[in-house]
Nanobody, 113 residues
């Protein structure tokens, strides 16, 4: 089975940075790669997305601090700057194609003093 794999998570102090990577499927006919996060006791939220054409969107909660990018082959990245405690969550990438929808297992990001 095809599964996406996230990496680059960990623990940082407020104001720190992390760069998450998503090793994608490499399949053609990709439409978009989405990044979600879910904090304990909270609903999952879409925080960033990039289309196959390179268009990006961000949730207001991360706009100006997070940047999503791709190498246009397989891997997608989420650069997270000026991290704050409210960014603490499990982050998951999601790859959507014309006839497929793949998910990663999720990776933990913890921001604390």
């Amino acid at each position: 089975q095809v599964h996406l794999v996230e990496s680059g998570g960990g623990s940082v102090q407020p104001g720190g940075s992390l760069r998450l990577s998503c090793a994608g499927s490499g399949r053609k006919l990709l439409l978009a790669v989405n990044w979600y996060r879910q904090a304990l006791g909270q609903q999952r939220e879409l925080i960033a997305a990039i289309t196959a054409g390179g268009d990006t969107v961000y949730a207001n909660s991360v706009k100006g601090r997070f940047t999503v990018s791709t190498d246009n082959e397989k891997n997608t990245y989420l650069q997270m700057n000026n991290l704050q405690p409210e960014d603490t969550a499990t982050y998951t990438c999601n790859e959507v194609g014309t006839d497929y929808n793949y998910w990663g297992q999720g990776i933990q990001v913890t921001v604390s003093s």
